[in-house]
T-cell receptor, first 109, second 109 residues
């Protein structure tokens, strides 16, 4: 089993749709969680951190479920510009950072 | 503005040749990392350095070498011993989160 798993997609959604991605992790001692966005042939960029209490940034909401060992990202009112690959990142203590393989999202007009 | 600069953006290597990828940061971060990204896979750690004059092997260090003579610089050499070097290479430094360079796309010709 991979340490961090994501559904690779692609998710094809129309503009205005709500879409959600999940990411599961295997190490119960994992401490920090992030979502990164990566555009085609570009570097990953931090989208948001994920906290146990959940956090929201505009149209984006991130949640952490420690009991079931997954994090989620919800995007409301999808825009064409949201088309990208979304990487789940888990830090399991010290420097050990695991990047998920990413979920591809295509938002269509 | 602070950031990470990787060069070159594209690099072509002949069989049996060593090549060096440059990574410079002006974020005053102690920790720097090299990752490799292949299609459909998450980022895999090649080498990391938590402080000047110190570096450690990551998960896929074979065929690569690094140096950390200055805080700002963490060059990666892809040696002829690396049998499958064609990939997208990302340098990162870590403060509150990871900041990535724009990447170097290496192709063997």
């Amino acid at each position: 089993r991979k340490e961090v798993e994501q559904d690779p997609g692609p998710f094809n959604v129309p503009e205005g749709a709500t879409v959600a991605f999940n990411c599961t992790y295997s190490n119960s001692a994992s401490q920090s969680f992030f979502w990164y966005r990566q555009d085609c042939r570009k570097e990953p960029k931090l989208l948001m951190s994920v906290y146990s209490s959940g956090n929201e940034d505009g149209r984006f909401t991130a949640q952490l479920n420690r009991a079931s060992q997954y994090i989620s990202l919800l995007i409301r009112d999808s825009k064409l510009s949201d088309s990208a690959t979304y990487l789940c990142v888990v830090i399991a203590g010290g420097f050990k950072t695991i990047f998920g393989a990413g979920t591809r999202l295509f938002v269509k007009a | 503005d602070g950031g990470i600069t990787q060069s070159p953006k594209y690099l072509f290597r002949k069989e049996g040749q060593n090549v060096t990828l440059s990574c410079e940061q002006n974020l005053n971060h102690d920790a720097m990392y090299w990752y490799r990204q292949d299609p459909g896979q998450g980022l895999r750690l090649i080498y990391y350095s938590q402080i000047v004059n110190d570096f450690q092997k990551g998960d896929i260090a074979e065929g690569y070498s690094v140096s950390r003579e200055k805080k700002e610089s963490f060059p990666l050499t892809v040696t002829s011993a690396q049998k499958n070097p064609t990939a997208f290479y990302l340098c990162a430094s870590k403060g509150n989160g990871y900041t990535f360079g724009s990447g170097t796309r290496l192709t063997v010709v």
